[in-house]
């Protein structure tokens, strides 16, 4: 059985997730406590030097990073297929989920980490210049919906990386504009899946 060393408020380790449960597959969730610092513990950087989550064990293979992890259970495991068969979208798919993990989770993190803090202590300046660079963002993606369901093709791996944080967006305090209604449409796709919507540290932000 596949195993899955996770943290369940991280939106690496629930991408992976949606990926498991979309393909519907068995596998036993090993706790790894961030907080505690379990993830430098001796037994676990044997799994991944780096110290990170997720991490997924399956049989022999250990992979780790969330992006390679869940290709390589699109190679694996290729039904439901969550990539386009040809080059020209599977880049795009790509290029949407590095997007996701280097740009748009680490601007919707700094608005959770303040907003984690007490009020009277939060940067009010940096929430505001987090939030606006999270709604240039999302115009972008409105215009990447034009005609679309879904970001490329059917529900893919681009999809998946962003929906962590883009089905809490209300709870961090960002209001979706009007004009955005493919966006809207599309969040409201998402949040109808089950992968998504049964996602364990989610509930606290939604």
Not at 73 to 81: A, G, I, K, N, T
Not at 171 to 190: C, F, H, M, S, Y
Request: hydrophobic letters at 45%; charged letters at 30%.
């Amino acid at each position: 059985m596949l195993k899955l060393y996770d943290f369940p408020e991280c939106p690496f380790c629930q991408k992976t997730r949606i990926v498991l449960e979309e393909k519907d597959l068995s596998y036993e969730v090993v706790p790894v406590d961030l907080k505690a610092g379990e993830q430098k513990r001796p037994e676990f950087l044997k799994l991944n030097p780096f110290g990170k989550v997720p991490v997924v064990v399956d049989d022999e293979v250990v992979v780790y990073d969330s992006t390679i992890i869940n290709e390589y259970l699109e190679d694996e495991y290729p039904h439901p297929q969550l990539m386009p068969a040809e080059s020209a979208p599977r880049a795009r798919v790509r290029m949407l989920e590095d997007y996701a993990d280097t740009v748009f989770i680490p601007v919707t993190g700094a608005i959770m980490h303040e907003l984690r803090r007490p009020e009277a202590e939060r940067d009010q300046e940096k929430l505001g210049t987090s939030r606006q660079q999270v709604a240039r963002m999302l115009a972008m993606l409105d215009g990447a919906l034009a005609g679309r369901s879904w970001l490329v093709g059917n529900f893919s791996l681009a999809d998946v990386a962003l929906a962590p944080r883009v089905v809490i967006l209300r709870a961090l305090g960002i209001t979706l504009d009007p004009e955005w209604k493919n966006l809207a449409a599309w969040v409201q796709r998402l949040n109808q899946r089950a992968s998504v919507h049964d996602l364990v540290g989610l509930e606290a932000w939604r």
